[in-house]
């Protein structure tokens, strides 16, 4: 079993940054791709940014120039540093991570979320 715990979420002004955190652990043999996405409330779950274990990223056209997504493959860690938030910023963030674990017979590879983390802009 894998588990996701994100942190850094909180309140921030306009204009404010955040950096968040997703560290997983568990019986992990790889990661291939980890991601952020959102939820603000009565609007559906999307994908804000996203990493390959390559270091190819992705990202969703409204955070394009102020979000940067990274990882550490040692740490099996990645991080959202989010600039210049505005308002419209304001949501649940989730880690999300395409994981390889070690099983008994063999590895097996599978999704896995974290609980998800508030991020407020307001001023």
């Known amino acids: 079993q894998v588990q996701l715990v994100e942190s850094g979420g909180g309140s921030v002004q306009p204009g404010g940054s955040l950096r968040l955190s997703c560290a997983a652990s568990g019986s992990i043999f790889a990661i291939n791709v980890m991601g952020w996405h959102r939820q603000a409330p009565g609007k559906q779950r999307e994908l804000v940014a996203g990493i390959t274990s390559g270091g190819s990223t992705n990202y969703a056209d409204s955070v394009k120039g102020r979000f940067t997504i990274s990882r550490d493959n040692a740490a099996n860690t990645g991080y959202l540093q989010m600039n210049s938030l505005k308002p419209e910023d304001t949501a649940v963030y989730f880690c999300?991570?395409?994981?390889?674990?070690?099983?008994?017979?063999?590895?097996?590879?599978?999704?896995?979320w974290g609980q998800g983390t508030q991020v407020t802009v307001s001023s």
């Open positions: 999300h991570a395409e994981v390889i674990t070690t099983t008994t017979t063999g590895h097996l590879l599978d999704d896995y």
